[in-house]
């Protein structure tokens, strides 16, 4: 079973933890727009750009007939040729500009070498996930992955991060939760009694205070952290961690 208190499993958040989610959605919708526009939608691009982004303030990032909605609404019916264009153009950008966040396969290969299983815990649906996971070349790395599907709930609810657990074998003090969401990720993590990880570098809140065990501007920082807090000897700090929260600062 190992030593008592050592860490031995990590849990990622997947968008803008593990990849640049907002980036790549972003520069997927740019393409589609040019897309739909090139192919006969005569609409402003700025105003498209708002459409879009007020069906996905009302449906939310993962909905899937986004396009369709949007030609109907302004069309008053779906042009195939409109949408189809929208669709190649997304999904050709979409793949380009999915790509993981610098020192992601360093991170995850040194943590693997220390004997860390690893896992994923995302909100976005099964789908959406592995295919993810596909195209960055992540399939085979991560002992466990729990989505949406998986539990009918999303972070902070405890039920995720209990999952993610119960398929790794680890009690909560022996594990790590990794987010760019402090007040999903974070707190979720901790409701059950993990140490956690703030990922301040995908942060699109603009945090201030995080409420996690450590801060970081970089995934390298992790293997330092969890040779810190494995004890190991002599270890190699390829980054500067925040300091652990003290009791008094739970207090």
Same mark, same amino acid.
């Given at each position: 079973?190992?030593?008592?208190?050592?860490?031995?499993?990590?849990?990622?958040?997947?968008d803008n933890t593990l990849t640049d989610f907002m980036k790549m959605k972003s520069d997927a919708i740019h393409a589609a727009i040019d897309g739909m526009i090139d192919a006969g939608l005569a609409l402003p691009r700025e105003l498209v750009r708002s459409r879009i982004d007020a069906i996905y303030q009302e449906q939310g990032l993962e909905y899937?007939?986004?396009?369709?909605?949007?030609?109907?609404?302004?069309?008053?019916?779906i042009d195939p040729k409109i949408l189809a264009s929208g669709i190649v153009a997304y999904r050709?950008?979409?793949?380009?500009?999915? /790509? +993981?966040y610098p020192h992601v396969?360093?991170?995850? @290969?040194?943590?693997?070498?220390?004997g860390i299983r690893l896992g994923v815990v995302s909100d976005a649906p099964r789908a959406q996930v592995w295919l993810r996971l596909c195209s960055?070349?992540?399939?085979?790395v991560f002992d466990a992955v729990v989505t949406f599907e998986d539990t009918g709930e999303r972070k902070p609810?405890?039920?995720?991060?209990?999952?993610?657990l119960r398929r790794l074998g680890a009690e909560p003090e022996a594990a790590l939760m990794v987010g760019d969401w402090a007040e999903r990720d974070v707190v979720g993590a901790r409701?059950?009694?993990?140490?956690?990880?703030?990922a301040r570098y995908g942060d699109t809140f603009d945090t201030k205070e995080s409420?996690?065990?450590?801060?970081?501007?970089? /995934? +390298?920082?992790?293997?330092?952290?969890?040779?810190? @807090?494995?004890g190991v000897a002599g270890a190699g700090s390829p980054a500067r961690a925040r300091a652990p929260r003290s009791q008094e600062e739970d207090a």
């Open positions: 079973m190992g030593s008592p208190g050592l860490i031995k499993a990590i849990i990622f958040d997947l899937q007939r986004v396009f369709d909605q949007l030609i109907e609404s302004e069309l008053g019916h050709r950008a979409r793949e380009s500009a999915l /790509v +993981l396969q360093m991170t995850l @290969l040194e943590l693997t070498k220390r960055l070349a992540l399939q085979h609810s405890p039920a995720p991060f209990r999952e993610v409701s059950l009694g993990m140490k956690t990880v703030f409420g996690a065990d450590y801060d970081i501007d970089d /995934v +390298l920082e992790m293997v330092a952290i969890v040779d810190e @807090l494995n």
